[in-house]
């Protein structure tokens, strides 16, 4: 299916050297990083990482393999604690949360490398994205009280209606693992947004897909910006996916931003050519 050329989104200051879309400026920030930076031993990872994302942007984090991005979302959802900077999460530091502190509080990611119970059914393996959700408690699961059904009958519905946005409601009771490579991925995806996040951060999305499933995936991220009215910050090589549905970019090179602003000018960027392409010859 053939993406519809996108409308081009004004980016406007906030009060620091960060952008966000115009549209978005009547509202604080979703996610605001100021100054973070990462060291490992001697080795300075991420610095000066300067970010912020509108509460309904699509943006993107992009650069040379090796560049930090991977290390960036691992700061922002606490795998990795920051050496030094701010992350402001819906305008509350994060400082002292944990991974799943995170999560609860609002952020939700992918992998690069797909990370699903490959043995439990697609369903499944959403309704374990519903643990914040879930208000039962530990005996009236132990011995199935009324409780427990009316919970369940709940994530149930909750489940297939996140599976509707993927048509993948058929492949409920299938096992993970048995599903095409492309399903996998918006598996994954799916099982994300059943933490209810007011970020989604995805880590590559389109890795190893077709320019079929591509295409449909574009439509579905906006598709899911648009319905749940959520964030959603890409990590992703596929320049065509980038440019096609990324309002604000973020290039990062050897743990530093070098640009920001929008697809025609990160595009047009000097610094962002030569990072990717190397230094030209005169002449």
């Known amino acids: 299916m053939a993406t519809p050329k996108k409308k081009p989104t004004k980016l406007v200051p906030v009060p620091s050297t960060n952008i966000i879309p115009e549209r978005d400026i009547d509202k604080s920030p979703i996610l605001e990083c100021r100054h973070l930076g990462i060291d490992f031993g001697g080795l300075t990872a991420v610095n000066e990482f300067n970010m912020a994302i509108g509460r309904t942007e699509i943006a993107g984090l992009i650069g040379p393999n090796g560049a930090g991005k991977t290390t960036v979302f691992n700061l922002l959802t606490k795998v990795y604690q920051p050496t030094r900077g701010t992350i402001l999460l819906d305008g509350v530091d994060t400082h002292s949360m944990s991974t799943v502190q995170v999560n609860r509080a609002g952020i939700a990611r992918t992998f690069q490398n797909i990370r699903l119970f490959n043995n439990l059914s697609v369903e499944d393996n959403v309704k374990l994205g519903l643990h914040n959700h879930i208000k039962y408690g530990l005996w009236q699961g132990l011995f199935r009280l009324p409780g427990y059904w009316k919970e369940e009958k709940i994530a149930h519905e909750r489940a297939m209606e996140l599976l509707s946005i993927f048509d993948m409601e058929d492949l409920a009771s299938a096992k993970a693992g048995s599903l095409p490579y492309g399903a996998q991925r918006r598996l994954e995806i799916v099982r994300a947004l059943a933490t209810n996040p007011s970020l989604l951060l995805l880590d590559e999305p389109a890795a190893g ?65 030569e990072a990717y392409l190397g230094k030209q010859k005169e002449g």
């Open 209 to 273: 897909m077709n320019p079929s499933e591509t295409a449909e995936l574009m439509d579905n991220i906006v598709k899911i910006r648009d319905t749940f009215q959520i964030a959603v910050l890409l990590i992703e090589h596929d320049m065509s996916l980038v440019m096609g549905i990324c309002e604000g970019i973020c290039v990062l090179n050897f743990g530093q931003i070098i640009a920001k602003g929008t697809p025609d000018e990160i595009q047009a960027n000097p610094a962002v050519i």
